[in-house]
């Protein structure tokens, strides 16, 4: 049964060695789907290589239906998975933020690091730019505190704000994706 | 099963993504992420200046409440394993090579600018959203968390948005 970290008492050492083993996997994945190009993960937001959204979408849509189907047979303690809390004006302005960050930069976090692994000065720009925004996030918290702080509901899921059952949310989540799916397909098919 | 740039197709990529992500939850508890590992370095660096200040200051104290240094965290050691995994799997598929990445109409030195000012924002957006592409769109959209899915149509709303008017840097 999992979350096995959570559940059973394993020595540190393993939590180390298998989180960077996990990394390894994360980032082939990545690079095989080739996000490594700046052109493809632009491409998502100048409509002319969907492929980010077609690997995001699908891998949200796997990912959902396996922790909530192996929790519901008892393989995965769904109370021992962490989930983030929404603090919704934060996000809401993140999102927007990331949007800009995104464009300049050509690279998402992770994306950045896989692609100066494989060879990419300008990615390195992005890491250390990457750094000097922290700083100027932590050395200002001060003044954008409360906006950081704004929209707090605390750890809120689809499903318990609609008050339905977690498979008609992730139903309707697939069926979206198979609906972008079509019209993406459809649309590159026509050139 | 690849195409001619030797990418994965999407849908099987974005199976094997999933699985990752699945995995990870079964194993840790916990999904995927990569912007806290960069707020770590930061936190790390600047502690090696002012190891007291840093930790009682009132955003990276957080980093400190088990002791410690912040750069002994699951989601460094993911990053240290994305290196790795991003130079081994590039260098097998053919891919790894030295360049630079921009549209035509700009100089390395124009996209080494932008890159950085980029990142700068990137860094700071990560902080208001609690986590980036990986940490929430992925991870908490899977687990159907409601800021995640905030998070994602706020960035499908400023993206093509913000594409419009810097497409001189891409294409």
């Known amino acids: ?191 | 099963m690849f195409d001619e740039e030797k990418n994965i197709n999407a849908y099987i990529g974005g199976i094997l993504l999933g699985l990752v992500l699945l995995v990870t939850f079964f194993i840790f508890g916990r999904g995927l992420g990569a912007s806290g590992a960069f707020d770590r370095v930061a936190a790390f660096i600047l502690s090696i200046f002012s190891p007291n200040w840093i930790k009682h200051h009132p955003y990276w104290h957080k980093y400190y409440a088990f002791g410690g240094t912040p750069l002994n965290n699951f989601l460094v050691y993911l990053s240290i394993g994305l290196i790795i995994g991003g130079a081994v799997t590039s260098k097998l598929l053919g891919k790894w090579k030295i360049q630079t990445q921009h549209g035509p109409r700009i100089s390395d030195r124009e996209r080494y600018f932008w890159a950085f000012i980029g990142g700068m924002i990137l860094a700071i957006a990560t902080r208001f959203a609690r986590g980036c592409t990986s940490g929430q769109a992925l991870t908490g959209g899977s687990e159907l968390a409601l800021g995640s899915w905030i998070f994602m149509i706020a960035f499908f709303i400023s993206g093509p948005i913000v594409a419009l008017f810097i497409r001189k840097l891409w294409r």
């Not at chain 1, 809390?85 to 690091?113: K, N």
Request: with cysteine; hydrophobic share 55%.
């Open chain 1, 1 to 191: 049964m999992g979350p096995l970290f959570k559940l059973y008492y394993i020595p540190y050492f393993w939590y180390v060695i298998l989180a960077i083993i996990t990394g390894i996997f994360f980032g082939s994945v990545l690079t095989l789907s080739g996000f490594t190009s700046t052109k493809k993960l632009t491409g998502v937001f100048y409509f002319d290589d969907m492929a980010v959204l077609k690997v995001m979408f699908t891998a949200i849509v796997v990912a959902s239906i396996g922790l909530y189907f192996l929790s519901d047979i008892g393989t995965i303690v769904f109370s021992k998975v962490y989930i983030p809390r929404t603090y919704w004006i934060s996000q809401l302005f993140g999102g927007l933020l990331f949007g800009v960050g995104f464009m300049l930069s050509g690279y998402c976090p992770g994306t950045s690091v896989i692609s100066f692994a494989s060879g990419s000065l300008d990615a390195l720009f992005v890491m250390l730019g990457m750094v000097a925004g922290m700083w100027v996030f932590g050395l200002g918290y001060k003044i954008w505190k409360s906006l950081y702080l704004a929209g707090n509901i605390g750890r809120v899921t689809l499903d318990k704000l609609f008050g339905v059952n977690h498979w008609i949310v992730i139903g309707i989540v697939f069926v979206m994706a198979v609906f972008v799916f079509i019209i993406i397909e459809t649309l590159e098919h026509r050139e």
